[in-house]
């Protein structure tokens, strides 16, 4: 079992940078599939990204691709969500989830089973 724990979030405006992080618990970090979702006023919550278990795959949602990057430290159990060139779409709620073991569906909430509580961000134009 993982616990996680983001942080990182806050009020930035349009075209800046912001760092999430999300802290794991537990002895065998490295074997799970990590990710991030967000969720705004309007949606559900939507996959943002997804990174393997080495950190060598990376999987992005199309809004995003070229503006935020995902990675990981297995050493720190530590996953990280770089936001650059934010937009005010981008307000949501960001949370990263975990699989133990591998995903097929890298995109699909129900494929991930630790949550965290989730960071509020907040882009203003």
């Known amino acids: 079992q993982v616990q996680l724990v983001e942080s990182g979030g806050g009020l930035v405006q349009a075209g800046d940078s912001l760092r999430l992080f999300c802290a794991a618990s537990?002895?065998?970090?490295?074997?799970?599939?990590l990710g991030w979702f967000r969720r705004t006023q309007e949606k559900e919550r939507e996959f943002v990204a997804a990174?393997?278990?080495?950190?060598?795959?990376?999987h992005y949602a199309d809004a995003v691709k070229g503006r935020l990057t995902i990675s990981r430290d297995n050493a720190k159990n530590t996953v990280y969500l770089q936001m650059n060139s934010l937009k005010p779409e981008d307000t949501a709620v960001y949370f990263c989830a975990a699989k133990y073991g591998s995903v097929s569906r890298k995109t699909d909430e129900r494929e991930y089973d630790y949550w965290g509580q989730g960071t509020q961000v907040t882009v203003s134009s």
């Open positions: 990174i393997g278990r080495s950190g060598g795959i990376t």
């Open positions: 537990g002895r065998t970090f490295s074997s799970y599939q």
